[in-house]
Each structure stands twice: as C-alpha cells, then as structure tokens.
C-alpha cells in the first residue's frame, strides 16, 4: 500500500468555517454569516484562554531591568506568567535564580518597595496591560527571565490557518459549529455542544508535559 509520505495536514479559516456550517447542516451563503463565523471564532479562542494551559502559547521571554524600577509592563498579548527566574550576567556566564511570585496582599503588605538588591519575589497585576512589580526593586545588571501564556492569535484573513497545535484542529471545527449553530441552528446545538466539550476534553488531556515526577515521603520526626 502507499501512503502519502506527508503530515501537514491543516485547515485555513475559510475551510474551518465551511466545514463549521456544514456541521449545522447548512452551507454559508452571505457575507455577514462569514463575519459572523470569523467573529465567533476569535470568542472561541478567548474561551480557550479561560479553560486551562495551551501548551503551543507558553514561550519564553525575557525582559532587562533597569536599576530602581521595581514595576515593568508587559506585552499586552500575555495571558499570565508561569514562572520567572532573575538572570545575572557575569563576564559571559548567566546565573539564573527562582524568584517567588506572591499575591497582591503580599506585595501590598511589602513595607519599603524602594530597596535594590537582587529581586527576589515578583508580584503579578493581571490587567488590560499585565505588570510585574518586584521586591527588592533591582539593582544594576538583572534581567527578568519568564515563561508567558500568550493570546492565540486572531483568525485574520479567511486564507490563514488558526494559530493552533494541529491536536486542537478537531476541537477547533466542533466548537464553532456549537458557536455557529446558536446562531444559524438551534434545533443542533445541544449535540454540537456535547461533541464539542469531549472533543476539546481529549485534546486537553493530552496538552499536558509529560516529565516524570517522584514524591518522596518526609520520614522526619
């Protein structure tokens, strides 16, 4: 038997869509049910954003501190911040060392904020514009070192593929035919809902790292 040979398999926006309607048993016929397709897929991508880790929007970044600003902004594309280390450079070699991140009540509770040392807790303000404060304020020559949650990225142009891990590909289809069909087809929408969830919980469950973890019981007394 021969196979293809290839594994790139995708799907563009406007093929998402038609596939989409096609679910709802209908085929788009106007403009304004494309827009409305496109629209309810940029929401699809938001929900997603609220439902858990996607691992392809994790990356890492790093931002230079400058010596007595305890407070940088972020990009406004982050979602949250996983995890940071402060980076020191010293003659070529970097030193990287955890940093803490704490709560509001913590960083509020913080008495004098304009210390400088090497940061050592990090508080994270979740806004239209994420900002990161830090205690101690830096001194000179640290860099914030992160892993960021991004936005997926806008549908655009019909001819774009969806900025997604081709797993979710599945999901992606059944969840804007669900999106769809509140819209163009209420008679399918609890089927299309209930294919949807499982399909989105299959892909979850497998978006996961899978490093080995070992629990070593504490033996003290």
């Known amino acids: 038997m021969t196979t293809s040979g290839t594994t790139t398999f995708n799907l563009s926006i406007d093929d998402l869509v038609e596939e989409a309607f096609e679910r709802c048993g209908m085929r788009p016929t106007s403009g304004f049910q494309l827009t409305s397709a496109r629209r309810s897929l940029n929401l699809l991508f938001l929900d997603w954003a609220n439902r858990g880790l996607n691992l392809w929007t994790i990356e890492q970044a790093s931002f230079p501190l400058t010596a007595g600003v305890n407070e940088i902004a972020l990009d406004a594309s982050v979602v949250n ?59 000179a020559g640290y860099t914030f070192v992160y892993y960021r949650i991004r936005r997926i990225q806008d549908a655009g142009s019909y001819t774009n593929t969806a900025d997604v891990n081709f797993r979710f590909l599945p999901c992606l289809a059944s969840g804007l035919a669900y999106y769809l069909s509140l819209k163009f087809a209420a008679d399918r929408a609890a089927a299309l809902k209930a294919i949807y969830e499982e399909d989105f919980q299959r892909a979850a469950l497998e978006d996961r790292d899978t490093a080995s973890v070992q629990f070593v019981p504490d033996l003290g007394v």
């Open 81 to 139: 911040v996983l995890e940071a280390v402060i980076r020191q450079n010293n003659q070529g070699t970097n030193t990287d060392v955890y940093i803490e991140r704490i709560s509001r009540e913590d960083w509020l509770n913080v008495p004098d904020k304009t210390t400088q040392a090497r940061p050592a807790q990090f508080y994270v303000e979740r806004t239209n514009i994420p900002k990161v404060y830090f205690y101690p304020a830096p001194a």
